[in-house]
């Protein structure tokens, strides 16, 4: 089986999860990235408990990486054996909100301490700030491949930033 090492470097929270294929979230930040030995096929990339990015990757026969063209904005190391995910920038903003955010994903452990902090980020649903200490008290968006923002409308009242790339947090109207 091919081995591929997985470079999550350059995202601002560098764990993920192959599902299926790793037992648990890894950080990818290590020199040279995580290595991982993986059957040729498709894989997705997770940085969310429940859902996995939008970013897919093939393993070939050969033991190359390899993915559609149009993530090249996403991925680099196409004909390589080293998988770079580099995802898109999104600004996250608590300007309009006294509470302090903590991003869900990806091995973050510490709240934004910026009121206005652009993150690295792969494309996918399912992205959960918290606001405040309160684990209950959430805000679920998602990100597109160009960083375009999108959430529900039970969001409507504390997010504002749709179709741009730029979440505001209003952290004082909940849903």
Known sequence: MPCIRVDTSQLTYPWFWLPGQLPHFVDGSVPGGVRVVLDPGEYAFQ???DRASDVRFTVTAAGRVDFDEADDHLLRGRGTSTLHVLGVRVTLDATSTP???????GGCREPLHARART????????????????PSEVVEFSVRGDGAVDYGPEYERSLSGRGTPCLRVDGRHQR
């Open 119 to 134: 993150v690295r980020m792969p494309p996918g649903t399912d992205y959960v700030l918290r606001l405040g200490p309160a």
């Open 99 to 105: 509470r302090t955010l903590l991003p869900m994903w």
């Open 47 to 49: 940085q969310t408990r």
